[in-house]
């Protein structure tokens, strides 16, 4: 009898805490938290690469490695895509093969960017493709809009978050509005954008520590996996280190510091959140003593509500620190995230039906879009929850498809 | 070769890609050895199970059979025909058959099981449906676990359940008729895909332990519980090979036999491969090419698929049998051969999941490679092996054993199809 067997894809998955790890930023913002990235990173086994459309930033960015994808499939532009989802996905998608050769002999990677423009948006699909292919563990953390930016950018990252969330094993969403809580009103613009692209840097690297160092007992990547894996959950990062030279309780010192963070929300979000996941790592010096304060201190400050998992891991870093790293897990729903679906708009008759507070008439919006059912035009319909199944999933989904050029 | 002292029997498949008929035999053992094959397409002739052209039906299968007959390099007699069973109308209900144990010494006999599933299968369904398979689930004795098999054990109370398959009258009709027409004389039994693709690729560990087969064929998706040989949940969905190659002719504005090869030949593999990002197809101008992202075919087939396999584990987990499914799920038919579906019927389910190949036949295999894509027909033909021998080792219906023993053989129940239907 022959019998194929897949096995698990953990069971090929590489382990995250050996090997090289590669922080890949895509876009523009990605970009920059790279450039931000290789400024602060003092490590060999880090490697950091950026992929971008606009060649002129591309340029001034220092890192390891650099893909300029072209937005223009016949010329090299290197203008950036303009916000153009699909400009965005093709430009990315081109450089398939480079992103997988950035891949070589990496054992974890983290990509971020920001979700909203063109690039990191349209391309977020094919780097997840390429690194499901690949079998590496890899964490997404990416930035959403501002809430005063345009509801059009903020769309396309919602949609870009519901496309790749269920095919990623960690995705962590950090709201730009979170920086707010640190940043006063009266700093300049510039330098405001500068700080969130060096504390989103920040954040990036003492995830990576956290997740390359050797865990002691409870998180590790599996943990972050188990948590997030298809979930919809609105996340905050907090990240605190502290070296002897703070003081003499560093363990107290890296909370406070770590209940500080900007992409953490505060005490008040990891109260109110589902599930915060806490790891304190440091090198070989850390003591239980310290590992014992800081977690029992951090456990008494929170309600019995939130599912909190704690852990400790030892790896080399700077002499003398300790980290500690909490990541807080409010989700939207109880269960997996379902298949999106379109909402049912009302028909006019419902909409005509319910009681009007103020007697005015309501606008009906009609749908102009007709879905096609190609071969199936003329078989009964296949229904299951209301909608016919024989429309391609995509159409009733509302999924943008590139159908590329018309070769005319 | 002439078939002298051999049992010859035919099984037919009527897909919505390919009809296919083998002609077979078995071994006393019980063991099936394929003799000839014949295939021919569809031609679009039969959608999602259901019979659009008849003429055309009718032609491709007779010529199928001549094909078979020249395979096996001598006319086989037109006997016994087995044919596979799929489609929307299909349906499938779990009976229970409940009998109190009075005898003194509180021991399951053979009477009170055979009065516990005749029980079970008293289940009223629609005047234009008709049952033709009945398959033992399991049974319980004083409602507390479930056993395979409870005679000679001390009960209060013994419950039977079967796993009984239906489907429209009419279409049954019109499949004995096709057959009819061809000459088999001693009629038509039909069998649902779903349990003939389980005989052909399930292991015995696999039947016993629990499993989820997918069927995943060009019309339809046929889906099976078995679980220590007994099957607990059947369906089919007419969602199938077909559907994905239709998203992505309207997706990407190609056309449907563009499609159909792009899946058949596993061009996304190849691709995928050789790290190409972009798939080259020729214009409509001749000296001009389309170029389609890679990335949307993936689109596409992902949406269509995860979409699938989460219906399937929504009846799964409806009818609360997850917990049941210890050996994983096996997935097979012509759309098991898609690279991504073995991931995302993974990333849906949660366990581990295996592409099957048919096994266990020997013969003449030329002509039928053992892939998936012939699981169920292979499954078939071992099906009516082993019914043919009258051995059922480690099959399926192993309470089905049961059941025959108790009620009879098959022949019996096959004596009363013959009449129902007038042949």
Redesign the interface.
């Known amino acids: 009898?022959?019998?194929?067997?897949?096995t698990?894809?953990e069971q090929n998955r590489k382990e995250p805490s050996t090997g090289t790890a590669l922080i890949l930023g895509i876009g523009g913002a990605g970009c920059r938290i790279i450039d931000a990235v290789s400024r602060f990173k003092n490590a060999d086994w880090i490697q950091t690469a950026a992929l971008d459309t606009d060649s002129d930033q591309l340029d001034g960015i220092h890192c390891d490695r650099k893909i300029a994808a072209s937005s223009d499939?016949i010329l090299k532009s290197g203008t950036g895509c303009g916000g153009d989802i699909i400009r965005g996905?093709?430009a990315v998608?081109?450089?398939?093969?480079a992103i997988?050769g950035l891949l070589n002999q990496v054992s974890l990677l983290i990509v971020t960017g920001g979700l909203g423009g063109g690039t990191a948006t349209g391309g977020m699909?094919?780097v997840v493709?390429v690194a499901?292919?690949a079998k590496i563990p890899t964490v997404f953390l990416l930035n959403t809009p501002f809430a005063f930016e345009s509801y059009a950018r903020r769309k396309n990252s919602d949609d870009c978050i519901a496309d790749i969330l269920?095919?990623t094993d960690v995705l962590i969403n950090l709201p730009n509005d979170l920086l707010f809580s640190v940043l006063s009103g009266n700093i300049p613009v510039e330098k405001a954008f500068q700080m969130a692209t060096e504390e989103m840097a920040r954040t990036v690297l003492g995830f990576l520590a956290l997740l390359a160092r050797k865990s002691l007992f409870g998180t590790d990547f599996a943990n972050f996996m188990t948590s997030l894996r298809?979930k919809k959950a609105a996340c905050g990062v907090g990240i605190g280190i502290a070296s002897e030279s703070d003081g003499l309780d560093r363990s107290t010192i890296a909370l406070k510091r770590m209940l500080e963070s900007p992409f953490l929300g505060g005490l008040d979000r990891l109260e109110s959140s589902d599930m915060a996941i806490v790891s304190i790592s440091g090198g070989p010096d850390l003591q239980i003593g310290e590992m014992k304060r800081a977690l029992e201190q951090l456990s008494s400050m929170l309600p019995k509500s939130v599912n909190l998992v704690m852990g400790a891991a030892i790896g080399p870093c700077e002499p003398g620190c300790v980290q500690l790293t909490a990541l807080t897990v409010k989700y939207e729903h109880r269960h997996d995230v379902?298949?999106p679906r379109k909402e049912k708009k009302k028909t006019a008759v419902e909409q005509e039906s319910q009681p009007s507070l103020f007697n005015s008439p309501v606008e009906v919006e009609l749908e102009l879009r007709s879905f096609?059912?190609?071969?199936?035009a003329d078989?009964p319909p296949?229904k299951?929850k209301e909608e016919d199944?024989?429309i391609?999933?995509?159409?009733r989904?509302g999924?943008n498809?590139?159908?590329?050029?018309?070769?005319? | 070769m002439a078939f002298y002292g051999k049992n010859v029997f035919t099984v037919v498949e009527l897909g919505t890609s390919k009809i296919c008929v083998l002609h077979g035999t078995c071994d006393k053992a019980g063991n099936a050895e394929l003799l000839g094959i014949g295939q021919r397409p569809s031609e679009g002739a039969i959608?999602?199970g259901t019979i659009t052209d008849y003429n055309c039906v009718l032609k491709n299968l007779e010529a199928a059979l001549e094909d078979a007959d020249k395979s096996a390099n001598t006319v086989a007699g037109r006997g016994k025909v087995y044919f596979l069973m799929s489609g929307?109308s299909l349906t499938s209900r779990q009976g229970e058959g409940n009998v109190i144990i009075y005898d003194t010494d509180h021991r399951v006999k053979s009477s009170h099981m055979a009065e516990a599933i005749k029980k079970a299968q008293n289940i009223s369904i629609s005047p234009d449906q008709e049952n033709f398979g009945i398959f033992g689930s399991y049974f319980t004795i004083n409602s507390t676990h479930r056993i395979k098999n409870p005679l000679d054990q001390h009960a209060e109370t013994l419950n039977a359940y079967v796993h009984l398959i239906s489907g429209s009258r009419k279409l049954i009709n019109t499949y004995l008729g096709l057959v009819s027409e061809l000459g088999f004389e001693r009629g038509a039994i039909p069998v649902f895909s779903g349990v003939a693709s389980a005989y052909g690729t399930l292991?015995s560990d696999e039947r016993e332990y629990g499993t989820l087969l997918v069927d995943f064929g060009a019309g339809v998706c046929d889906y099976l519980v078995v679980h220590n040989d007994g099957i607990l949940l059947s369906g089919v969905?007419?969602?199938g090979v077909?559907?994905l190659a239709?998203?992505l002719?309207?997706?990407?504005?190609l056309s449907?036999d563009y499609c159909r090869k792009f899946l058949r030949d596993n061009t996304l593999e190849g691709l995928?491969e050789r790290?190409?990002?972009?798939?080259e197809?020729?214009?409509?101008?001749a000296d001009?090419?389309?170029?389609?992202?890679?990335?949307?075919f993936?689109?596409?087939i992902?949406?269509?698929l995860?979409?699938l396999f989460?219906?399937i584990k929504e009846q799964v987990d409806g009818a609360q049998l997850a917990h049941l499914l210890r050996a994983g799920t096996v997935l097979c038919g012509g759309g098991a051969m898609i690279p991504s579906a073995?991931?995302i019927m993974?990333?849906v389910m949660g366990n581990?999941?295996?592409?099957?190949?048919p096994?266990?036949i020997s013969g003449a295999m030329t002509g039928v490679d053992?892939s998936p894509a012939h699981a169920s027909v292979l499954g078939l033909l071992k099906y009516a092996a082993e019914l043919e021998s009258g051995t059922q080792q480690g099959s399926l219906n192993q309470l089905g054993d049961v059941l025959e023993s108790l009620t009879g053989r098959l022949e019996k129940g096959y004596e009363n199809f013959k009449k129902a239907f007038k042949l």
């Open positions: 009898m022959t019998q194929q067997t897949d698990a894809e499939w996905e093709r998608s081109r450089e398939r093969a997988a699909r094919t493709s499901r292919a269920p095919v298809a379902p298949t096609s059912k190609g071969v199936f078989s296949t299951y199944l024989d391609p999933t995509f159409q989904r999924a498809i590139d159908k590329g050029t018309t070769g005319r | 959608v999602k929307s292991s969905l007419p969602i077909d559907n239709n998203d002719s309207i997706g990407l504005d449907m995928r790290a190409q990002s972009i798939v197809i020729p214009g409509i101008t001009k090419t389309r170029k389609i992202p890679l990335l949307s993936e689109k596409i992902d949406m269509r995860r979409e989460t219906i073995m991931e993974h990333n581990h999941v295996r592409r099957a190949e096994f266990g053992r």
